[in-house]
């Protein structure tokens, strides 16, 4: 993990101790790295530990040295390509959950907007709080990582699930989080984004809402992962992303399968986020119409279902739909990913606020082959593309190692 930046926040729980091996082995390994503590953790393990450890200072208090300008929690915060939780107490979980921030720790935490690994350690009872679990599921919906305890015996004299993992698992977890930057290295991935229009004469058609903005955001995010990526773009006034294999633009239904259909037999996925019209013109005018008549009619004919076909021809590629919709969303959703034989579908209501056309953030639901769901509150379109990547990476890989996948969130 050279030259990564690993802050660790230290926790007040008697596993504290084996985080200070957590600590050696990222500084081994070429990692800078900070650890904050709570009060608490200081009852177990002494500040000077990590320090000689880390060869940083440790900072416990808010306030500590009114002489340096320095804003601790702001600059700890910028210092980090990634926070560790280690050990996490339900404690700290329920304050990080309703965004609390009474200490160095949890401030830092919420002045903070990348990735954070947390692994809780407690007591079998207090994990299994219903309190508890609550808050691991608000975390894990915003997108934290979670390194679920083990079982085994406790401090406490009880056994049961609850135990820290092992020093070499939590230095695991936190090496796979920076690889998977690269998780679909060597992959074709195909992207549908944007709106079709549906000419009615060389000057008018028939459009829809949506900006793009989802789509764009899979692709960038499918870039990052290491993929070889062709956007199919239909209306959209969005900026390509940089690192596109190819970015095809296309206005109709029609064009865009045919540019689908032309890159599909050597992709290994197709993402479609395109909002397609369902139909077409029948005739589009070949001149302007005039507005002569009083009532103008348009005969409409229905467009193929592009991802429907994908689904009939489909060999090994992933395929992955999204259900936009004002109503019954799972039900709807649920039967498209039937229908059209997808690996799991992205639903979405279109009426909530912060989700939908034209916002940059999204409130959706993964569905899969096996019915579970997986419910993700608000969240922003980037960051909803990185959970979609990761699940098609996890589909790809052989030993579907790349994320651990959690369901019911
Ligand atoms: O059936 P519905 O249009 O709601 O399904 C939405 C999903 O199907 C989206 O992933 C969309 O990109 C795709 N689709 C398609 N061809 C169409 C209509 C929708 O590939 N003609």
């Not at 390994?29 to 904050?36: D, L, P, T």
Request: hydrophobic share 45%.
């Amino acid at each position: 993990m050279i030259g990564k930046n690993i802050l660790i926040g230290v926790t007040g729980g008697i596993a504290a101790y084996k985080v200070v091996e957590v600590a050696s082995r990222l500084k081994k390994s070429g990692a800078n790295v900070k650890v904050m503590m709570t009060k608490h953790a200081t009852e177990f393990v002494s500040p000077r530990t990590f320090q000689e450890i880390t060869n940083n200072a440790v900072s416990v208090e808010m306030f500590a040295d009114a002489a340096n300008f320095n804003v601790a929690h702001i600059s700890l915060a910028n210092f980090a390509d990634l926070i560790v939780i280690a050990p996490a107490t339900a404690n700290f979980l329920a304050k990080m959950a309703h965004g609390i921030a009474d200490d160095l720790l949890t401030t830092t935490i919420l002045a903070y907007d990348k990735k954070v690994l947390i692994c809780p350690s407690m007591n079998t009872k207090m994990y299994e709080n219903p309190a508890t679990q609550a808050n691991l599921s608000i975390l894990k919906a915003r997108g934290v990582e979670i390194l679920e305890p083990n079982a085994g015996n406790l401090a406490c004299g009880t056994s049961g699930k609850g135990r820290l993992p092992e020093p070499e698992e939590i230095c695991a977890a936190i090496g796979n989080l920076f690889n998977s930057a690269r998780i679909l290295s060597g992959k074709k991935i195909i992207v549908t984004a944007g709106g079709t229009l549906e000419a009615i004469d060389p000057v008018r058609y028939i459009g829809n809402r949506s900006s793009g903005k989802m789509g764009f955001e899979i692709a960038k995010s499918a870039i990052k992962a290491g993929a070889e990526v062709i956007l199919i773009a239909g209306n959209s006034n969005l900026e390509p992303p940089n690192g596109l294999k190819e970015f095809i633009k296309v206005e109709s239904a029609l064009e865009m399968r045919e540019n689908v259909l032309k890159h599909f037999e050597t992709a290994n996925c197709v993402i479609m986020s395109a909002a397609v019209a369902d139909y077409r013109i029948k005739n589009p005018a070949a001149q302007k119409i005039k507005k002569d008549s009083e009532v103008l009619t348009l005969e409409l004919v229905k467009n193929p279902d592009i991802l429907r076909e994908l689904g009939t021809l489909k060999k090994s590629q992933i395929l992955v739909g999204f259900a936009a919709e004002t109503q019954n969303v799972l039900e709807y959703a649920r039967k498209k990913l039937v229908e059209k034989n997808l690996e799991f579908i992205v639903a979405n209501d279109v009426t909530l606020e912060g989700a939908g056309f034209g916002v940059s953030t999204n409130i959706a639901s993964i569905i899969w082959r096996d019915e579970q769901v997986e419910n993700f509150s608000k969240m922003s379109k980037a960051d909803l593309a990185e959970k979609i990547i990761e699940r098609v990476a996890h589909l790809l890989s052989k030993d579907k190692k790349f994320f651990p996948l959690t369901v019911n969130q």
